[in-house]
Each structure stands twice: as structure tokens, then as C-alpha cells.
């Protein structure tokens, strides 16, 4: 199986979950740390569930669910604990062109929720294609104990330096070159860091010139 690797803007999209147990948690807190507008909907919601639906944060509707729930979502879970409910919800969205993942049933799957390490704006993420989920999380693990913590931040301030060059130096080999030399992660305080006074440098020359 070839799968294609992608990651989705999500803010705003109307998203559904169906099931709101320990399973299907887990995903709406995925869709809500992406900004989705999350519906859920189950007859039985777990309390962190029911936090959500209190602020606000989700809508849930508290009974079963319906083929009509589907209607107009972007992207949709099935996490009930009963599997032929999870294939009716997939088989809904799949008639009307919407993605769904029936949680844990591959062929009800169009797409595979990965394992990821994540660092701020970083994200690394991993699929074994359903091979082993529990070679995914491993892996998860040894990768988060190697990267540095403070990745996170670093990144940012990369972005907001690579923005300044890129708003005064026009494409082309020079530019690349800076920013690759920017991209190199220095164990340096801000200021004294070599890639950071190279930069300065040169934004400093660009200036001098015009
Ligand atoms: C295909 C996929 C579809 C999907 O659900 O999206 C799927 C399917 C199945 N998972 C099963 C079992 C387990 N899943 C996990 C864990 C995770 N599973 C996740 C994703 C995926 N799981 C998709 C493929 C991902 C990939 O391989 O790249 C992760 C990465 C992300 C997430 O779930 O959000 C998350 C780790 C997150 C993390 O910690 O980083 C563990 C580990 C554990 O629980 O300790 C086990 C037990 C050990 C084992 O089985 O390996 C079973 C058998 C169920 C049964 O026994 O009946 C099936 C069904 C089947 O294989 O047929
Ligand atoms: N909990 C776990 O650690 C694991 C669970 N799974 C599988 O994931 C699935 C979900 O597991 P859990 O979240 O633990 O189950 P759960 O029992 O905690 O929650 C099930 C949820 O589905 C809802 N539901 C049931 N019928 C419904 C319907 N007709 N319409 C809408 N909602 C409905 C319930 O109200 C409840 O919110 C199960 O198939 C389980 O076998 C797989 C691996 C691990």
C-alpha cells in the first residue's frame, strides 16, 4: 500500500466524531488542538467529552447517530464501539465524498491516524501503513527522547528571521544559501549564535546597498 502523505489545514472545517468514549476522546482532542469545529455525537459521553460540550468547545448531541450527521462535514471518525456502526458512518461519508476513519478497521479507513512527536510548530509524523501501530508508537517514543526539547521555540524564532530575509532578499541562490545557513541549529544563545550574526550581516549589507 502506497499512502500519501499530507498535512491539513483544518481551522474552522466542520469535523465529526461518532462515539465518545476513551477512543474517540483521543481524536476530538486531536481535531480541536487543529481548530476544527468539532460535532459529536453519542448517547454516552466520557467527562472529558462533557467539559468540551460545556465550554463550548464542541457540539455534542446526545443520542445515536444518524446517516444524516454526515451531511456537509469535512472529515469524519467513527469511534464507537460497535463496528458495524462504524462501517454505516463510513459507508455514509464515503457516498458523499467525505474522508472518514473508522477507528482500528483499516478497510473502513481512508486515511490512518500516525504516531507523532511534536515540537511546537514541528511536527513529525508516523505511519507503518497499519503494519504495527506498536512500532509507530515506539518509534514515537525513541524519536522524542533525541530531539531537543527546546526545538519548539528555536523554530519560531527561525521563521521570524527567515520571514525579515525574505522580505528584502529576492529568490535565488544567495537567498537559499542564507537560509539554509540559518537552518543549521547552533547550541548558541540568541545573540552570540553564528548562524544569527550571519544573518544580521547580511540583512546589515542588503541595507548598505539600497
Ligand atoms: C491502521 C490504523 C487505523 C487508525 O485507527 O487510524 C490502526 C489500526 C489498528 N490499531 C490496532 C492496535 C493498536 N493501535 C495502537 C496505537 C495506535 N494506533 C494508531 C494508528 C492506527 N491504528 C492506524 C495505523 C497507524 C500506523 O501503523 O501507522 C496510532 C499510531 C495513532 C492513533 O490511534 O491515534 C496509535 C499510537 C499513537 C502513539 O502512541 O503514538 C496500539 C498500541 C497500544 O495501544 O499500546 C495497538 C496495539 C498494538 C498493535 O496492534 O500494534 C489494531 C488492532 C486492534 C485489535 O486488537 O482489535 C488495529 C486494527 C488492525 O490492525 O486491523
Ligand atoms: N479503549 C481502548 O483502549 C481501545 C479500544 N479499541 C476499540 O475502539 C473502539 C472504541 O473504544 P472505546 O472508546 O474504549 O469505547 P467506549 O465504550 O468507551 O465508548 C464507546 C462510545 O461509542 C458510543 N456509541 C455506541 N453506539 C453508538 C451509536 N449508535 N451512535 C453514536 N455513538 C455510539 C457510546 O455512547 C460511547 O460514547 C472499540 O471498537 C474498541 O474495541 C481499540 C483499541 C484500544
Redo the contacts with the bound molecule.
Keep these: 500500500m502506497s499512502l500519501f502523505p499530507l498535512f491539513l489545514k483544518l481551522t474552522a472545517r466542520p469535523c465529526l466524531v ?8 483521543g481524536k476530538i482532542a486531536a481535531l480541536l488542538e487543529s481548530e476544527a469545529t468539532v460535532t459529536v ?6 467527562p472529558r467529552v462533557e467539559e468540551w460540550a460545556a465550554s463550548g468547545e464542541i457540539t455534542l448531541l446526545r443520542r ?2 444518524q446517516t444524516s450527521d454526515v451531511e456537509g462535514m469535512f472529515l469524519v471518525v467513527a ?5 458495524p ?2 462501517r454505516a458512518v463510513y459507508a455514509a461519508a464515503t457516498e458523499r465524498g467525505i474522508l472518514c476513519n473508522a ?2 478497521d483499516p478497510p473502513y479507513c481512508d486515511f490512518y491516524f500516525p504516531s507523532i512527536v511534536r515540537r511546537g510548530e514541528l511536527q513529525i509524523a508516523i505511519s507503518t501503513a497499519g503494519e504495527s501501530p506498536a512500532f509507530a508508537q515506539q518509534l514515537r517514543k525513541e524519536l522524542n527522547e533525541q530531539l531537543p526539547k527546546d526545538l519548539g521555540p528555536w523554530l519560531m524564532e527561525l521563521g521570524r528571521l527567515r520571514r525579515e530575509v525574505t522580505a528584502v532578499e529576492p529568490l535565488g541562490e544567495p537567498r537559499k544559501m542564507l537560509l539554509h545557513q540559518l537552518a543549521k541549529r547552533e547550541v548558541c544563545g540568541a545573540q552570540d549564535c553564528p548562524t544569527r550574526m550571519i544573518a544580521r550581516e547580511h540583512m546589515a549589507s542588503i541595507k548598505r546597498v539600497s
Excluded at 18 to 25: H, K, L, S, Y
Excluded at 41 to 46: E, F, G, I, L
Design positions: 461518532v462515539g465518545a468514549g476513551a477512543i474517540a476522546e455525537v453519542a448517547p454516552q459521553a466520557d445515536e447517530y469511534g464507537t464501539n460497535v463496528p456502526v462504524n477507528v482500528d
